[in-house]
């Protein structure tokens, strides 16, 4: 999902969802080497990692499936599509008979998105100016700013791009980049 940004006329900022991080429970403890023996496609090593992987298509998501019935999906570009593979991969579960009596609790963790400011930031200046940031170029090229409201973590880098993460909704990605994206601007901070 794209969306833009306004400010002023020569700069937008160009924002997109990279990866929704969601976990889910189906409250029954589930037989992962069974659901080994119905599905071809799956994953599962219990001597590498607990967990089995159902990969999907469409939605192109990950899902991690442990015995305990708790599920994590990655890999979702939005919310809905978050939502819509942990409901799918209980209903192929289901069609494969593999008992999963209740519907999936779903709960996002985590969003991460991108941003393209449309100009460059004033990496050092900002590390000075904006309260909450931290920025060590010897360690890491980007300026790391946490944001209270909504509370989030956005990593600034000269060019101009961002990544926000920490995000529950997806409008809080838009939002702190919006917000971000003012704060440079009123302070200076922008080169274009």
């Known amino acids: 999902m794209v969306s833009t940004v306004e400010r002023v006329p020569q700069a937008k900022a160009i924002i997109s969802i990279e990866n929704v991080v969601a976990t889910a429970t189906v ?31 469409n939605p192109k998501t990950t899902t991690l499936i442990f015995t305990s019935g708790r599920f994590v999906c990655t890999g979702a570009r939005s919310e809905e599509q978050a939502y819509r593979a ?35 930031v004033n990496i050092e200046d900002a590390a000075r100016i904006l309260k909450r940031s931290m920025y060590e170029p010897e360690q890491f090229p980007g300026l790391v700013h946490r944001m209270d409201d909504p509370h989030t973590v956005l990593l600034i880098f000269a060019s101009g791009k961002i990544v926000c993460t920490g995000a529950k909704r997806e409008a809080e990605v838009y939002r702190a980049v919006s917000r971000l994206h003012n704060s440079l601007e009123e302070k200076g901070l922008m080169i274009y």
Not at 43 to 53: Q, R
Not at 91 to 108: A, F, M
């Open 27 to 57: 409250r029954e403890r589930l037989d992962l080497n069974l659901i080994v023996q119905r599905f071809s496609e799956v994953k599962y090593d219990p001597t590498s990692f607990p967990g089995l992987v159902f990969k999907l298509k």
């Open 86 to 120: 942990v409901k799918l991969v209980a209903q192929k579960l289901k069609q494969k008979g593999i008992e999963v009596h209740d519907e999936p609790e779903v709960t996002i963790q985590n969003i991460v998105g991108t941003a393209s400011l449309g100009g460059g």
